[in-house]
């Protein structure tokens, strides 16, 4: 794996709490996210994974604590502001529009297109050439993982697992991904796609310079493509390290036992 530079992290997150009526869902949580690296996030279900996921994105607010992208605090930034900035996220169960193609999917996740406004719709010059590159871009994207042969199905006629790349296809269209997050991207796929996929975030990661916030269940199979790893349970950072010496943490194999 690469190495991991934590000094100056994409993203901080400190000391964040978030309650849910008299449940707290995350207690006092700080993590940095490495910039251009694959981080993964694991624990046991009720472990405050998703919840952090949601504050990170701007789903959620927290009750305290900050959220710093790029050395600005985004902790009160709406989702879509956030998404301006470059932070993106995909589902855990894929969120698509069936009554579209795969390319039309592929191409809502791209932002900023100049034929939507008022005056700039009717003025074709103004947007002629976007929805070329971002076409080109779109079937670039789908290319790149595996799914250009069904560019022109119904997402409906698609497997499991190629939904799951489409999410991570759209994911990547925004004008300037820069943080991905992605929750549970291999869950419900057999081994050998769940290697597949997990290898192409990793690609993404090197060859495009995009940062991967990952949550996953299937730690034997994620720790072979990340770079670093948190571990939560309880709302609370257990462990936190390269993936492998986080999985054998003994808090954290006692915790596993135990549930």
Known sequence: MGVVNLENPILRVTGVSK?????????NVSVEIPRGAVTLLIGPNGSGKTT??????????????????????????????????GIVRSY??????????VLENVLIGRDGNPGEGMVSGILKGRW???????????????????????AEKKTSELSGGQLKLLEMARSTMS????LILLDEPTAGVVPSLAHEMLALVKKMSVELGITF????????????????????????????GRPKEVMSDP???EIYIGD
Do not use: C, W
């Open 19 to 27: 309650y849910f009526g008299k449940l707290k869902a995350l207690d």
């Open 52 to 85: 952090l996921v949601n504050v990170i994105s701007g789903a959620l607010m927290p009750d305290s604590g900050t959220v710093e992208f790029e050395g600005r605090d985004i902790t009160r930034l709406p989702p879509h502001e956030r998404f301006k900035l």
């Open 92 to 101: 855990q169960i894929p969120r698509l529009f069936p009554g579209l193609s």
């Open 128 to 150: 002629e050439e976007y929805e070329t590159r971002a076409t080109e871009d779109a079937l670039a994207k789908l290319k790149f993982l595996g799914l250009l042969g069904v």
């Open 175 to 178: 004008l300037k991904p820069k």
């Open 213 to 240: 916030l990952v949550v996953e269940h299937r730690l034997d199979i994620a720790a072979n493509y990340a770079d670093y790893a948190y571990a939560l349970h309880l709302g609370s950072v257990v462990a936190r």
């Open 251 to 253: 808090k954290l194999v």
